[in-house]
């Protein structure tokens, strides 16, 4: 079982940048795959970026964030983060962190066994 628990969201203006954490809370020794996906409203929630538990470390990210955001993980505090930079109103929505057990890169929303609440992001123009 784990909780995982998203912070850093907010208000910032076009251009600027945010970085998430999310922390996942479990039993030591455990090993998961980490993605972030995003819903806005009256959208589908969808896949941002993922990152294998370890190495070689290997991400992947949609083409809607790559070259904007990065995925990175901190095993040791169990947490991961999701650096956003050069906002765009485009990219307001509801993000969440999920985990997988699955140890390899999964990008659909059925391999995510796991979710957090959500933190919100609001890019304003």
């Known amino acids: 079982q784990v909780q995982l628990v998203e912070s850093g969201g907010g208000l910032v203006q076009a251009g600027g940048s945010l970085r998430l954490s999310c922390a996942a809370f479990t039993r030591t020794g455990s090993r998961y795959t980490m993605g972030w996906f995003r819903q806005a409203p009256g959208k589908e929630r969808e896949f941002l970026a993922v990152i294998r538990w370890s190495g070689p470390i290997s991400t992947y990210y949609s083409d809607s964030v790559k070259g904007r955001f990065t995925i990175s993980r901190d095993n040791h505090k169990n947490t991961v983060y999701l650096q956003m930079n050069s906002l765009k109103p485009e990219d307001t929505a509801v993000y969440y962190c999920?985990?997988?057990?699955?140890?390899?890169?999964?990008?659909?929303?059925?391999?995510?066994?796991?979710w957090g609440r959500g933190t919100q992001v609001t890019v304003s123009s």
């Open positions: 999920a985990a997988s057990e699955v140890q390899t890169i999964v990008v659909v929303q059925s391999a995510y066994d796991y």
